[in-house]
């Protein structure tokens, strides 16, 4: 009978290009189920906390508590009768922006330049970690390329040091660290 | 009193400008007879430097006179004063009378320059220190108080004249600001805000006279961390009001004035571990210069945002007309660190190199990135509707959805490297130490994760709010790793002062943290910012309902069963006032009685203003927080909204965990007065034994 295959039994696998691909591939498949499910939120609730109250109390519709807020009980109810004609989520807030100017969403979500607002930031982080990985490998690599060329160094000590005082050297550096 | 506070304000101005110029004047004399371009001796230039030193400490007392002559003014009912009728009336609690100093635009910028001038009081008093570098740090000082004199002189007077008659009463103070907690909220953060102004001076004057070696940073240290202290205290004291008194549940909004203490506490916290490599490797101080610079430069940026009236904000004090002062002095600041810097930059050069990736370096610099990137968020999600309104002609709002979504990754990214940098050594870190650091950790993380798992927090079950429980739950399984990599830190150094000592275990850690206090004090600030992470991460188990409730219904939330047992009005000299009465029962025990309430305050005012007092009751595992938001004009019925918050106590306690710990990084280490004693009396000649277990007083600690 022939052997089945069973090729996450080898050490080749393991570290092969092949595991790293799946491996990339599942945790982006996560990633994506994680924001795709985001999505099923109860949407009443879900879209009362992404629209602003419009009596400039700068609150979330829902979490507005004014008493005798003359905006937020319509808003509310404007909301309920939009979610109950079944109009999808952009559809209902582009009957708020209608309604209520651009303000009314409680971030920038109409497309075009509010994109900016969400993609400068992860730019910015994305940027800034690969330049501290690039600087530090920069950093490590001249580290060593002089470390290298210096005499004593890796190992050996310079003339006339005693090795206990690099031990104890070494020591204090260890017991004084913060 | 009004002619007194001017008049105080005026000298104030004359002295700090003295101090500004003869002080300047007397530090580039003394450089320059030392190059030998003047003839007069350096001791003629030492004599006005001390007067403008003396100066500096006079306008201190000037601008306590001024302080002092507003709060009088307050408690004596002087509606003479424009900014005493606008903020004080007769009947206002006399707590609240003297908040009434800080309690809008005048009054705070009169409070700003107040403290700066207190922290300059101090540094000029204690100068010996180092005279030289003092003598520079009060000069900048100086400077920057001279703007804030100068304003509060002719852009924001708080002494301006009433127009008109004298009004009998005045306009009372904003009811929400009738808070105990808001007659500490505004000094602490102030005292935050300000505080900073002076590690700013020290690094300026330092790079303009090119210091020699890392003293300055020494002789800041404290400075910072006390400044930093005082910022997180103020804004969760701010947080902790929003929580008690707005009454919709949170504490945290992401109003512009909100974001504008959060950001020079994000750089200022980065400021705090950078510096840690220029003390011990010399390295970074370009880096460094410019996050005391830019935390400097955006205390001055939040004030001149939330005040400028450049972005909406639901605090007050937002809409005036003193940006422009604010655009001056920022350009005029951020110019004189550029100039100062490109000039000296020479003197910052690093004296080593980054070596790995994997090392206590490496995880400063992450950390440092993070922190910066979650700032430079916090910025961007400000300035965004101003620049939308520039680019697509309409304002845009950007509120906590953004800031959720965005945020939220970089906080527990931030939670992850608290936990691995300390675990990391200096230099370069082996596998074998990483393998018996890390082992503990990975294992608490994992059995947090699967019992979180086990025990019903499953993000893909939870449809409602699947993204903030898979948050939630990587926040609860950082935290568990972070707790144990800390605890494991102290039980190893404990268990090494054990086998020196002889001593217990308390006893070993008590040891251990005396010392090496600032090192075990910031393992314990790291544990309290975890506690406050898992407070945070509570927030996505959050309940609300809503009811109208007559007497003896009932309302259920979480395990709590709410009965009402009526509603009842009394009448204070300040305000009406209503409360729902509601019997709380758990399980079927009776837990106790709320009554939130909802003020109508009327006295001294030309309208009624509401407030809400909201009732709670607070447990490690979750608060009840009921509000009381009015009746239903048809019904007559009290509308009770009663929210379930769970962990929210953690976020308070680990606020105090915090504080603990920074005090415990100020106190002095024990060790190295044990051991120069020990020096002293034991080895005569200087040769102590390395050996000894008192090897560590052989490096001073900062």
Redo the contacts between chains.
């Keep these: 009978m022939r052997k089945l295959v069973q090729p996450w039994r080898g050490k080749q696998f393991w570290r092969g290009p092949v595991f790293w691909a799946r491996t990339v591939q599942t945790a982006l498949l996560c990633i994506v189920t994680v924001a795709m499910l985001g999505a099923g939120q109860s949407r009443f609730d879900h879209l009362g906390h992404e629209l602003m109250c419009s009596c400039s109390c700068g609150q979330i519709l829902l979490e507005c508590n004014h008493v005798g807020c003359p905006d937020s009980a319509r808003m509310i109810d404007e909301l309920r009768a939009q979610v109950a004609t079944g109009n999808s989520d952009t559809q209902i807030q582009q009957w708020f922006v209608t309604k209520y100017g651009a303000t009314v969403l409680a971030a920038p979500m109409r497309g075009g330049f509010d994109n900016a607002a969400w993609i400068v930031p992860i730019a910015v982080f994305l940027l800034a970690t690969v330049g501290t990985f690039v600087v530090v490998w920069l950093w490590k690599r001249r580290a060593l390329s002089i470390a290298g060329a210096a005499p004593g160094f890796g190992g050996e000590l310079p003339a006339g040091q005693d090795p206990q005082d690099a031990v104890l050297r070494e020591r204090i550096r260890r017991e004084t660290e913060y | 009193m009004p002619e007194f506070g001017s008049f105080s304000l005026l000298l104030a101005l004359i002295l700090t400008a003295y101090n500004l110029v003869i002080g300047g004047l007397a530090l580039w004399g003394g450089s320059a007879s030392g190059l030998r371009i003047t003839r007069r001796p350096e001791a003629v230039w030492n004599r006005l430097g001390e007067t403008a030193r003396r100066a500096g400490i006079a306008s201190f007392v000037a601008l306590c006179c001024a302080a002092f002559a507003l709060v009088w003014a307050a408690f004596t009912n002087d509606f003479s004063v424009e900014y005493i009728r606008s903020h004080s009336n007769i009947a206002l609690n006399p707590a609240y009378k003297f908040a009434a100093l800080w309690s809008g635009q005048e009054g705070s910028l009169l409070l700003w320059a107040f403290l700066l001038s207190a922290y300059g009081f101090v540094l000029r008093v204690r100068h010996r220190v180092d005279v030289r570098l003092s003598a520079f740090a009060s000069v900048i000082l100086s400077g920057i108080q001279v703007f804030f004199v100068l304003l509060l002189c002719v852009g924001a007077p708080p002494f301006s004249i009433a127009p008109g008659p004298v009004a009998v009463d005045g306009a009372g103070l904003n009811p929400l600001l009738q808070y105990p907690e808001m007659v500490m909220h505004p000094p602490l953060l102030y005292l935050g805000y300000v505080g900073f102004s002076v590690p700013f001076a020290f690094a300026l004057g330092a790079l303009m006279m090119r210091y020699p070696g890392e003293k300055w940073i020494h002789i800041t240290r404290r400075w910072t961390m006390v400044t930093w202290l005082f910022l997180t205290v103020g804004i969760f004291m701010g947080a902790h009001w929003a929580y008690s008194v707005?009454?919709?549940?949170?504490y945290w909004?992401w109003?512009p004035v909100e974001n504008a203490s959060l950001m020079p506490w994000l750089t200022g916290t980065a400021f705090l571990h950078s510096v840690?490599m220029q003390e011990?490797r010399g390295m970074m101080k370009n880096w460094n210069v410019w996050l005391i610079f830019s935390t400097f430069l955006l205390t001055i940026l939040g004030t001149l945002l939330t005040r400028s009236g450049a972005v909406?904000?639901?605090h007050a004090f937002a809409q005036s007309a003193i940006g422009a002062w604010f655009y001056t002095f920022i350009v005029i600041a951020f110019a004189v660190c550029l100039f100062t810097f490109l000039l000296q930059r020479d003197h910052l050069k690093s004296e080593n190199?980054?070596?790995?990736?994997v090392s206590?370096e490496?995880s400063f610099?992450?950390n440092n990135?993070i922190l910066?990137?979650a700032c430079?968020?916090v910025l961007?999600?400000t300035l965004?509707p101003v620049l939308?309104e520039y680019?697509?002609g309409?304002?845009?709002?950007?509120?906590?959805?953004?800031y959720n979504?965005?945020n939220i990754p970089?906080g527990l990214f931030l939670l992850f490297l608290t936990g691995i940098g300390p675990l990391l050594?200096?230099r370069s870190t082996s596998l074998r130490s990483i393998r018996r650091n890390f082992i503990l950790p990975s294992v608490a993380m994992a059995a947090t994760a699967i019992a979180l798992l086990v025990g019903g927090l499953r993000?893909?079950n939870d449809?409602?709010?699947?993204?903030s429980t898979?948050f939630s739950l990587v926040a609860f399984t950082l935290a568990a790793g972070v707790i144990t990599a800390i605890v494991e830190e102290f039980l190893r150094g404990a268990k090494v002062v054990h086998t020196q000592t002889g001593k217990n275990l308390l006893s070993s850690i008590v040891l251990l943290v005396r010392r090496?206090t600032?090192?075990y004090g910031?393992y314990i600030i790291h544990f309290g910012i975890v506690v406050m992470f898992i407070g945070i991460a509570g927030g996505a188990f959050n309940q609300a309902r809503e009811m109208e409730m007559s007497t003896g219904s009932s309302l259920d939330i979480g395990a709590y069963h709410l009965v009402s047992t009526g509603m009842t009005q009394d009448s204070k000299a300040e305000y009406d006032t209503s409360y729902a009465v509601l019997n709380v029962y758990r399980n079927g025990k009776y837990v106790t009685q709320l009554a939130p309430e909802?003020r109508i305050y009327f006295a001294g005012t030309d309208h009624e203003q509401?407030s809400?007092i909201v009732a709670l009751h607070s447990t490690a595992q979750s608060d009840l927080y009921t509000?009381f938001?009015?009746t239903n004009p048809d019904t007559g019925l009290p509308i009770i909204?009663a929210f379930l918050n769970p962990l929210i106590a953690w976020i308070w306690i680990g606020v105090a965990i915090v504080v603990l710990g920074t005090f415990i990084a100020l106190a002095p280490n024990l060790v190295r007065t044990i051991v120069r004693q020990r020096q002293e009396d034991l080895v005569p000649a200087g040769a102590a034994a390395?050996g000894a277990p008192g090897?560590?007083a052989?490096?001073p600690?900062a």
Excluded: C, Y
């Design positions: 707005l009454g919709w549940g949170g909004g109003d840690m011990k909406a904000s639901v190199k980054l070596e790995s990736l206590r490496s610099l992450f990135l910066l990137v430079f968020t961007w999600g965004f939308s680019v697509q309409s304002k845009v709002t950007v509120g906590a959805p953004f979504r965005v970089i050594a200096w993000p893909w449809g409602d709010d699947m993204q898979l090496n600032r090192r910031g909802k509401a809400t509000v938001e009015g909204k390395l090897v560590l052989k490096v600690h």
